[in-house]
């Protein structure tokens, strides 16, 4: 049967089928008042009735049957029925979706949709795949790529659905043209998970088609608000311990041995098995059909606690048993999960890591096979160690890691229950993990654990947690979309670790070679992380740089974290040696001082400064930092040499959505005095990102420029660019006189130079 195109779902009208769901209805309403009448008339009278010879043996239980069989064929109507409401609605909903992306976002993305065929699209800018090679920017050809990929997954939604209906149908009919009511279901989520579980039933003997086939069931359903297939799916794999046992044999038949089609396989099992986890132990989910809720008992995460410490056996008489967190910290790395589920587990985890960090590894396999284990995506960690699989999952759980990080803890005991009589030992789990004394044991089957970074998959882990605790978003979220407003406890628990590393750069230090006298600290592998959280907090890190910015002038968005200088430019100087945090807080830098320069330039004020002197004052908190960055970035180089300026140039190009995120996050007046504001932020970012590039790749020097203190001419001369642009472009949106703009930018950039000298000389300093 040949798959649905994108052409199909567009084009087909629903009528018929919205009719059909209506006129099955009625049916089932009319067999089910039939069904009445010959329960309590007919089949009750014959019950009643004295009945001899044939018809004792033949009419009477011919009454009985056929009484059956009217509520077996309103049964199977009301299961038709049901298939085809939620058919109509779920592919009205896909068409809806389709429809608004060829009619609409490709329009605004700039590109055609060319169907395939095959049930795939490709979206390409006028002139085919190949035309204007290097015209479009980076950001309009991740658009199309990302609007490419939604219609694909619409696509293969609607065959989904309509695979998923003709099973259901003819499991309700059952093939017999004399016998009413086989399978019967109340909506399709009924059959789908019925199909995912016969599939799951299979266990690691389920072939890579049938594999294919649960995949695509769980990745088209799992997510749906009200949580129904995901509820129903995981009751239905047995309760928490058969969860564990079945998806701790799926991950060890991906991950052993060479079969990479396979693994892929089970990495998409990993992943829409977490998904639907996180859904199915929501409690909040939505009312679906009838007001009725779906999601698992909070016994769920008790029995998961409880199991956690406990060894699993996955096969009769098995000798390797993994421990229960060692499984389910697997499923926990995909899925956006519930406080209330999560964060009890993550501080049993850590609280049991911390009284022992090797609890969990002395049923390790030897080593050989790195990617044998419960993590088959393989990042960060194999999945032994649960510590590293629950900061993973409290990196995609935001409001989970902020009650984590900024909660009072509560003690848990072996068994995973709460003791509320008890009080931690310590007071927050920041202060936890940054203790030099904590263990981050390698989750790895390396034969030889011979380089720093096999034990980087904690600090890693931690970092996003942390991240995401800030920030209120996923770690790898997409940076487009809508921001949240800090929190009062976000914007604490920010000013905490800048605090915290502010005072102990040294935690976050890395010396590759050895040849500096400094040893690499143990958490270096989250300054990526670190550099991100402050490009999210820019105007927090703005204003406190001169110690004289105003919450008026430097608006954060939400609360304020309250940093101070003495601790802002150590934290600095350390996290932007990593390239990602460099690039990261110099796209956020710029972004943010363009939209201090236009404010200074177009917006309203009170201030009896001259304009020039305002325009002074916007840019030289981001030279600074520019400066700090220029110093970080050599010493990274020459002295540590743990990155190349290919490196930090190459970080550039994706941390370059910094730009749109700041913008967009709506810190500045550019959007607020233009109508269409959309177009103009457009322009705004393409101006600010070429800006971008340009200064990374100018911020360089050799080795020789280094030793003899002329590391900045470059990145100096990048900075006042930059400088310059702010002022120009500000100038030209606004009512600036056309005689004073040479002299606007021309101030611009004295203060952005002498201001970059001063975060060069202050970061230089710092290491004498």
């Not at 052993?256 to 829409?272: H, I, K």
Request: with cysteine; net charge negative; hydrophobic share 35%.
């Amino acid at each position: 049967m040949p798959k649905l195109t994108f052409t199909d779902v567009y084009q087909v009208s629903l009528d018929d089928l919205g009719d059909a769901a209506t006129q099955w209805k009625t049916m089932a309403d009319a067999l089910g008042e039939i069904a009445r009448e010959a329960s309590e008339g007919m089949h009750r009278h014959s019950e009643r009735a004295r009945w001899a010879g044939v018809n004792a043996a033949v009419t009477k239980p011919f009454v009985g049957k056929t009484a059956r069989e009217i509520r077996d064929a309103q049964t199977q109507a009301k299961s038709i029925w049901s298939i085809l409401r939620d058919a109509h609605a779920d592919l009205t909903e896909v068409q809806s979706d389709v429809r608004k992306a060829y009619d609409r976002d490709a329009g605004d993305v700039g590109c055609g949709v060319r169907d395939l065929g095959d049930g795939t699209v490709r979206c390409e800018f006028p002139g085919g795949p190949t035309a204007n090679t290097g015209v479009h920017s980076q950001e309009a050809t991740d658009a199309k790529q990302r609007l490419e990929n939604r219609i694909n997954r619409l696509v293969a939604r609607a065959e989904e659905i309509d695979r998923s209906v003709a099973r259901a149908l003819n499991k309700s009919h059952g093939g017999d043209a004399h016998n009413f009511g086989h399978a019967e279901y109340t909506s399709l989520d009924d059959a789908q998970s019925e199909r995912a579980l016969e599939l799951a039933a299979l266990g690691p003997g389920i072939t890579n088609g049938q594999l294919a086939e649960f995949n695509s069931l769980l990745k088209h359903n799992a997510g749906e608000p009200n949580g129904a297939f995901a509820t129903r799916f995981y009751q239905g794999l047995g309760g928490p311990e058969e969860a564990l046992r079945f998806y701790g044999r799926m991950a060890i038949n991906g991950t052993e041995g060479d079969n990479p089609t396979r693994l892929a396989a089970v990495t998409e099992l990993q992943r829409n098995m977490g998904y639907a986890l996180a859904n199915a132990t929501e409690p909040d989910a939505p009312k679906g059909f009838q007001g009725t809720k779906h999601h698992l008992p909070a016994s769920w995460g008790a029995e998961f606690r409880r199991l956690g410490t406990q060894p699993v056996e996955l096969e009769r008489g098995a000798m390797n048993k993994p421990y229960g967190y060692q499984i389910l910290g697997g499923l926990l790395r995909h899925g956006n999960y519930d406080p209330r589920f999560l964060t009890p587990i993550a501080e049993h985890v850590t609280q049991l890591h911390r009284e022992d960090p090797y609890r969990f590894l002395n049923n390790k396999p030897s080593p050989g096979d790195d990617n044998y284990g419960f993590n088959p995506s393989g990042k960060v960690g194999a999945g032994y160690v649960p510590l590293n699989s629950v900061l993973e999952a409290l990196g995609h759980s935001p409001e989970a890691a902020t009650k984590f990080f900024t909660e009072t803890p509560t003690v848990y005991r072996e068994d995973g229950t709460a003791d509320r009589s008890a009080t931690a030992d310590f007071s927050d789990y920041v202060s936890v993990f940054t203790d030099e004394e904590f263990t981050w044991p390698a989750d790895n089957l390396k034969l030889h654990q011979d380089s720093e970074d096999a034990f980087s998959d904690g600090p890693d882990a931690l970092g996003h947690a942390l991240e995401a605790a800030t920030t209120g978003r996923p770690y790898d979220g997409d940076l487009s979309a809508p921001a949240m407003r800090h929190s009062p406890e976000q914007a604490e628990l920010t000013r905490q670790l800048v605090n915290k590393f502010g005072t102990s750069p040294e935690l976050l230090q890395r010396n590759e070679n050895g040849d500096v006298d400094v040893a690499s600290g143990p958490l270096y592998a989250m300054r990526d992380s670190l550099g991100d959280i402050t490009a999210e907090y820019m105007p927090d890190f703005q204003r406190v740089i001169y110690g004289s910015g105003s919450d008026e002038d430097f608006v954060s968005f939400g609360a304020s974290a309250a940093l101070q200088n003495e601790t802002v430019q150590p934290f600095l100087a350390v996290v932007g040696q990593d390239p990602d945090a460099y690039a990261a807080i110099t796209a956020a830098q710029q972004a943010y001082t363009h939209e201090l320069v236009d404010r200074a330039v177009n917006g309203e004020t009170t201030s009896e400064a001259m304009l020039m002197g305002r325009v002074g004052n916007a840019v030289a908190p981001g030279a600074v930092m520019a400066g700090i960055m220029s110093e970080a970035r050599a010493e990274a180089i020459h002295d540590y040499h743990t990155a190349s300026d290919a490196a930090f140039n190459e970080s550039a190009a994706e941390k370059q959505k910094w730009v749109d995120r700041l913008l967009g996050m709506g810190l500045g007046a550019v959007t607020s005095r233009v109508p269409i504001a959309g177009e103009v932020v457009g322009w705004v970012s393409e101006d600010i990102q070429e800006s971008v590039m340009s200064s990374i790749a100018q911020d360089t020097t050799s080795e020789a420029q280094h030793e003899a203190g002329r590391s900045y001419a470059r990145g100096r001369d990048a900075a006042i660019a930059a400088a310059q642009e702010a002022a120009a472009n500000a100038a030209a949106r606004g009512d600036v006189k056309p005689e004073i703009i040479p002299d606007l930018v021309e101030s611009a950039a004295v203060q952005a130079g002498n201001s970059h000298g001063e975060g060069t000389a202050w970061a230089s300093a710092r290491t004498e």
